[in-house]
């Protein structure tokens, strides 16, 4: 079974500043790995994936993830935040070419000020 | 992206009746969908796996009989909650996978349900 650890349930930081949201994930077998950003009372959103190739993958809105399959790790970055991204991010798992079920982390908030 | 809807976004309810909740993939055809349960501030759980045609295989602990789950055709799956009770109150959201993609879910925007 995969399992998938957020260390900070929440992260407050200041508009413009850098931010690293981490996660780390266990499994014995390959792995396609998700960050998936969550507004309030709304439904999930895929931000990025990693599923083969680059282990650096980048969002549309300037997030990235970096894959380190010797740490297990797949942490989430954006050198620069706005308010708007203001928002609970969950990271994922799934075994590779198994049937997209979804392991999820217990989620960040992400909290950023003025 | 492919586009899943999910219909009604909130209901409130009184104990003891039953709620139905559709997922819809607008664009494309998905042979499973999965039902997740979120609490607040808590993270998603599987709660069941719905496969178009057969019975819904569902995750440890969750009930079949309370929460039933239709995937009649290609494009629907519903999840009834029988017999509401508070302690049913919850966020409910459903994922669908488009046919033959490798590992990308599509999520609904998600149900709040809201039993008195």
């Known amino acids: 079974a995969q399992s998938v650890t957020q260390l900070d349930s929440q992260v407050p930081v200041f508009e413009e500043a850098p931010v690293e949201l981490r996660c780390n994930y266990s499994s014995s077998v390959s792995v396609y790995l998700f960050w998936y950003v969550q507004y309030p009372n709304q439904g999930l959103q895929l931000l990025l994936k990693y599923l083969s190739g680059s282990t650096l993958v980048k969002s549309i809105n300037g997030f990235e993830a970096e894959f380190n399959k010797s740490q297990t790790s797949f942490h989430l970055r954006k050198p620069s935040v706005h308010i708007s991204d203001t928002a609970e991010y969950f990271c994922?798992?799934?075994?590779?070419?198994?049937?997209?079920?979804?392991?999820f982390g217990g989620g960040t908030r992400l909290m950023v000020k003025p | 992206g492919a586009v899943v809807s999910q219909h009604p976004s909130r209901v409130i309810c009184k104990s003891g009746t039953s709620v139905k909740i559709e997922c819809r993939s607008l664009d494309f055809q998905a042979t499973t969908m999965f039902w997740y349960r979120q609490f607040p501030k808590q993270s998603l759980m599987l709660m069941a796996t719905s496969n178009e045609g057969s019975k819904a295989t569902y995750e440890q602990g969750v009930e079949k009989d309370k929460f039933l789950i239709n995937h009649a055709s290609l494009t629907l799956s519903t999840l009834t909650v029988t017999s509401a009770h508070p302690e049913d109150s919850s966020f409910y959201i459903c994922s669908a996978r488009v046919l033959g993609n490798t590992g990308e879910l599509f999520f609904g925007e998600g149900s709040r349900l809201t039993v008195l």
């Open positions: 994922a798992v799934a075994k590779a070419n198994a049937g997209n079920m979804l392991t």
